[in-house]
């Protein structure tokens, strides 16, 4: 497979998983990292932070991991591992960035489908040979401030006119995320951020656009066609693990937010990608 070593001394360092972890290159990592398996990929990361005391976490798709400089990673009993491993020079990055950056809480596992989706185009573009310094330093800024300030200090932000704050709503969409196969209650979530079920109702439509019930139907379609896109789970069990109750309603909710059946989903993709 064919490697783009142009981007090494600049912002930002992108290696496919399988090359990470036959070269030597980012194993361990030099700088702030991003582990984002793909397929049946599962990446283990471990090492101590600045306390001394020691992480270990297991990082599996569509899950993507934040880890410090020096945690080493190895792979789970998989010969040919899928995804990418990306580390951020913080040198380079932006003033706002490397601020925020110190509050990034390293060793934390998240699914964030903007990276995904961020990360999905680079591999494209290194697949293609097209990522060059400014490219790869672009990528690195974009990349960062998304996770500053959805994950770093400024995340505790309040948005005008409303108590809702940033940090509040990363707190009930990292909820969401890691009960996503599970039913969620909107009263769950307003007892994560300690506010009456109205208010939060309220303040969460301003913030996001979308009332809680129908944001958690949507990221359990999104979650369903990351599913789609990288697995060759059956479909019934693509909808257990989105949460959904049965297929009949998987398949009518998957339709009416996207416009097509999972199976069509699935094919077309499969389409695309061959």
Same mark, same amino acid.
């Given at each position: ?31 702030? !990292?991003?582990? *984002? ?14 306390? !001394? ?13 934040? *880890? ?7 792979? *789970? ?5 899928? !995804? ?6 913080? !040198? ?87 009960? *996503? ?94």
């Amino acid at each position: 497979m064919k490697q783009t070593t142009s981007t090494r001394d600049h912002g930002l360092r992108c290696q496919p998983m399988n090359v990470a972890f036959t070269n030597g290159g980012l194993n361990p990592v030099q700088e702030l !990292g991003l582990v *984002i398996p793909t397929g049946s990929t599962v990446v283990q990361a471990a090492g101590c932070d600045d306390f !001394g005391m020691s992480h270990s976490i297991l990082i599996s798709a569509p899950f993507v991991a934040v *880890i410090p400089a020096g945690a080493q990673l190895a792979t *789970i009993a998989d010969n040919d591992p899928k !995804g990418w491993v990306i580390a951020l020079k913080r !040198g380079v990055l932006g003033q706002v960035s490397q601020e925020a950056f110190v509050a990034v809480p390293t060793w934390s596992r998240f699914w964030d489908p903007f990276l995904r989706e961020a990360v999905d185009t680079l591999g494209a573009l290194h697949h293609a040979e097209l990522i060059d310094a400014a490219c790869a330093n672009a990528f690195a800024d974009v990349i960062s401030v998304h996770i500053a300030l959805h994950y770093g200090h400024c995340a505790g932000a309040a948005e005008p006119d409303t108590p809702l704050t940033r940090q509040m709503l990363t707190r009930v969409q990292a909820f969401v995320h890691e009960h *996503i196969a599970e039913t969620i209650l909107v009263e769950q979530l307003a007892v994560l951020v300690h506010m009456g079920t109205s208010n939060f109702a309220r303040a969460f439509k301003t913030v996001t656009g979308n009332p809680p019930h129908l944001y958690v139907t949507l990221e359990r379609v999104k979650f369903a066609r990351t599913m789609l896109c990288q697995e060759t789970l059956p479909l019934v069990d693509v909808g257990a693990r989105a949460g959904f109750q049965t297929q009949q309603h998987f398949t009518e909710v998957f339709h009416r937010y996207t416009g097509v059946t999972p199976r069509a989903y699935r094919l077309a993709h499969h389409n695309v990608g061959s």
